[in-house]
């Protein structure tokens, strides 16, 4: 096996917001072919991390590299443009346009024509079986379908990495595991690398090939996921100190 | 394209083919008068509803652009340019205003953005006012005929030209992957620049070509009247005007403003005979029903009830 390369690097990354540090020294990689998952607990900096690597908000420190290039100062439509695809975790989705015209503007990215947009469209909803309602207006439709039109739209950007914010949360478990399923065949869209925040450890444990904990905007762990939530400090940002002696 | 897809056009060619046919029933100079306003603010409601229905943009600030289209047949025509390269001129200057005012004024979101569009037309009026040298001050300025003989019919027809390549321009824009972005832009920002949308550059070109129409119709309006004060052409109700004819007929909808202009230049004139100086008054109860009952506009709520008939 061929030496991976890193598609993602971050490295020594912080963000404060006043005296909040949301993201603290944190470094990391995403390899080719590679799913990482970034656990933690609620405010431990995902989405924020998210935002700084897409471009939505700039690093106070630190460099963040996507396939060899650095992204300081890039805005978020160009970030979209390198190949860099993301969800939303509170959905954003273009709420007066129906499904399908949601996806498409993510396949606008590719193509000028309406047609080939519209077919992309079609393809990627097949995809992620939401043809039934493709011709919906996005208003009104369940949150599980809107956390799954999150997906399409980035999918439909045809992205080489794809970062995916909570995409799986408050399904329910069968939901869960059947989208996480969809999600390992990510790769057949030419999709190289996932990156995805999650809560739901059943579904980071199936689909992960490695995760990194954050906790306080603090990078306290990296590892394979059976081995990581082993891990004593892991188990007291979840839980508390109290349990680390019991488990630990 | 499906023949299902040809119905709309060719109704509306058809429509418009009927209505430059119109000066041969209608012969009165008033009544083309009237006629020529409801398809000079057609107009405009097209011009201002790519950027404040299509793209979300609540502009307020349009009386700029049609005050600079208005001002500059006269200007560029008294330092020697002829008509039509001052018409063109207009244009031109008008965009490369929106250009300076968008650049500044799409900073801002919402009702921000509405004030500021607000605030650059009124330096435009008060510059207006001052500057006599130029624009002949509150004294006024003579206008350039456009139309040496028969004027009340041409500018009528002119005025529909312009309606209906508004219009074209709107479906072009509408049916192409530009106004599927500009519409992003309306419903989600974030969402937009995630798909690789540059939403600034978007709304910023919707803007310009808003403001070339809107121009064009300024100077239309300024040749009619033969002369001109900031009062009047650079008027906070022209950039009211042009937003609530496309409310009332359903902003962010092909045919919306036209249907809009019909109805309240309609409404407007009949009032104006019928109870003289209280039509005000109910010009403005009229907006206020309008905008609590039908927020979608007329042409928007017809749609969304049919909608929902025929998916049952």
């Known amino acids: ?248 | 394209m499906t023949s299902r897809n040809r119905i709309p056009t060719i109704l509306a060619v058809g429509g418009f083919g009927l209505c430059l046919l119109v000066p041969l029933v209608v012969h009165q100079d008033y009544e083309l008068n009237v006629l020529f306003r409801i398809a000079l603010f057609a107009a405009l409601g097209l011009a201002w509803n790519l950027v404040g229905g299509y793209a979300g943009q609540l502009s307020l600030g349009n009386a700029a652009f049609f005050g600079i289209g208005a001002y500059s047949l006269p200007v560029f025509h008294r330092l020697g340019a002829p008509i039509v390269v001052a018409l063109v001129l207009g244009m031109v200057t008008a965009v490369a205003a929106a250009l300076v005012i968008g650049r500044v004024a799409f900073r801002l979101r919402g009702p921000y953005f509405a004030l500021a569009t607000i605030a650059f037309a009124e330096v435009l009026r008060l510059s207006a006012k001052n500057l006599d040298k130029i624009t002949g001050g509150d004294v006024g300025i003579q206008v350039p005929a456009l139309f040496a003989s028969d004027p009340s019919r041409w500018f009528y027809w002119s005025a529909v030209a312009l309606t209906a390549a508004a219009l074209a321009t709107t479906v072009l824009i509408v049916r192409s992957r530009f106004g599927y972005a500009l519409q992003a832009v309306r419903e989600d920002e974030d969402t937009t620049l995630a798909c690789g949308i540059d939403a600034a550059r978007t709304k910023l070109l919707a803007f310009l070509i808003s403001a070339a129409f809107t121009a064009l119709g300024g100077a239309l309006y300024a040749s009619l009247f033969f002369y001109i004060v900031p009062d009047q052409v650079l008027a906070i109700e022209i950039s009211e005007k042009s937003a609530i004819v496309a409310m009332l007929g359903g902003a962010g909808t092909m045919v919306g403003p036209i249907v809009g202009a019909v109805l309240l230049e309609t409404a407007q004139e009949l009032f104006k005979n019928w109870f003289q100086e209280a039509h005000q008054l109910i010009y403005g109860v009229l907006l206020v029903v309008v905008v609590l009952f039908l927020p979608d506009g007329i042409v928007g709520s017809v749609t969304a009830r049919w909608r929902k008939r025929s998916a049952r």
């Not at chain 1, 991976?4 to 020294?25: C, Q, W, Y």
């Not at chain 1, 959905?91 to 024509?113: D, I, Q």
């Not at chain 1, 996932?194 to 306080?216: I, N």
């Not at chain 1, 306290?220 to 892991?234: C, H, S, W």
């Open chain 1, 1 to 248: 096996m061929t030496k991976m390369t890193a598609i993602l690097k971050v490295e020594h990354v912080s963000k404060r917001f006043g005296g909040l540090r949301a993201v603290n020294d944190v470094s990391f990689s995403v390899q080719d072919g590679e799913m990482l998952f970034i656990v933690g607990p609620n405010g431990a900096g995902k989405t924020t991390l998210f935002n700084l690597i897409t471009g939505f908000q700039q690093p106070d420190q630190g460099v963040i590299e996507f396939a060899g290039r650095p992204l300081a100062g890039t805005p978020p439509h160009r970030v979209a443009r390198l190949g860099i695809g993301r969800t939303f975790q509170i959905v954003k989705p273009l709420r007066n346009l129906t499904v399908r015209e949601n996806v498409m503007l993510g396949a606008f990215l590719h193509t000028r024509k309406v047609a080939e947009a519209a077919d992309r469209a079609r393809e990627v909803l097949e995809f992620l079986q939401m043809q039934a309602v493709s011709e919906q207006p996005a208003n009104g439709l369940p949150l599980p379908t809107l956390k799954r039109l999150e997906i399409a739209r980035a999918l439909a950007t045809r992205p080489k990495l794809i970062l995916l914010d909570e995409v799986v949360a408050g399904l329910p478990t069968s939901e869960a595991l059947a989208l996480a399923a969809l999600l390992q065949r990510l790769p057949e869209w030419g999709v190289t690398a996932v990156a995805g925040v999650e809560h739901v450890m059943q579904v980071v444990m199936k689909v992960a090939h490695r995760v990194v904990v954050l906790d306080h905007g603090a990078l306290i762990a990296e590892g394979a996921p059976a081995d990581v939530v082993r891990r004593p400090e892991v188990i007291e940002a979840y839980l508390g100190a109290k349990y680390k002696q019991v488990t630990g």
